[in-house]
């Protein structure tokens, strides 16, 4: 009897031990959050990014969208072994200045509530990995893709204030998918998942623009 419960003891004991190893081990196989991922980061280029920082202040946009979000390289960083977060070069720092302000008044007018920016600057190496096109805006520094909440009315306020403003903010517009954007200031034009006119979600009911873009 004594024997047959140290056995029952010891499995019990044993059960306990390797629930304690799975647990630990997911706890520090644990995928890190994106906040995780710029904190582990950042530390490395302190100075870089408070210079950075000080460029949009000083140009009356740096409270638009957060560094963490702003430094952010690609979607596929992972797969093209690339940095998740990138300081884009700082001769190209005065083009992301229009592309935030528009940012900046589409969220005051509620045409964007709560975007999260997902990619910015893009180096040639890490477009080509992502699928960039070879001319790709974010190349230059002046188109931000972002994740956000879509519903048809929230759709349909961003494409009216595509129409109605874009021309003069030379606005591009794409959609990779409803709650995936691209936005840049370097041309006025939209487009959807095929990278053309045809599938824009702004211009199904309109009069065919431009064939071709550049994301």
């Known amino acids: 009897m004594r024997e047959q419960r140290t056995r029952v003891d010891f499995k019990t004991l044993l059960s306990l031990i390797l629930l304690a190893v799975f647990l630990t081990g997911c706890v520090f196989f644990k995928k890190p959050t994106d906040a995780e991922r710029y904190a582990a980061w950042s530390g490395k280029y302190g100075d870089e990014i408070l210079a950075y920082q000080s460029f949009l202040d000083e140009q009356s946009v740096g409270d638009i969208i957060p560094l963490s979000q702003l430094l952010k390289s690609a979607r596929d960083w992972k797969k093209c072994k690339a940095e998740p977060f990138t300081i ?25 509530i709560n975007p999260i920016a997902a990619s910015v600057y893009r180096d ?13 805006k974010h190349m230059q520094l002046s188109a931000i893709d972002f994740d956000i909440d879509a519903t048809p009315e929230s759709l349909e306020t961003l494409c009216n204030a595509w129409r109605n403003q874009g021309a003069e903010l030379k606005l591009g517009l794409g ?14 034009r939209s487009w959807g998942s095929d990278h053309t006119h045809k599938s824009s979600l702004c211009l199904l009911n309109e009069v065919p623009m431009e064939s071709k873009t550049e994301l």
């Open 88 to 112: 884009p070069p700082k001769e190209l720092w005065p083009n992301i200045v229009p592309t935030l302000q528009v940012i900046k008044k589409f969220k005051s007018e509620g045409v964007l």
């Open 124 to 136: 040639p190496v890490l477009n080509a990995c992502a699928g960039g096109s070879p001319g790709s």
């Open 175 to 188: 959609f990779y998918t409803p709650t995936r954007i691209h936005l840049d200031t370097l041309g006025y």
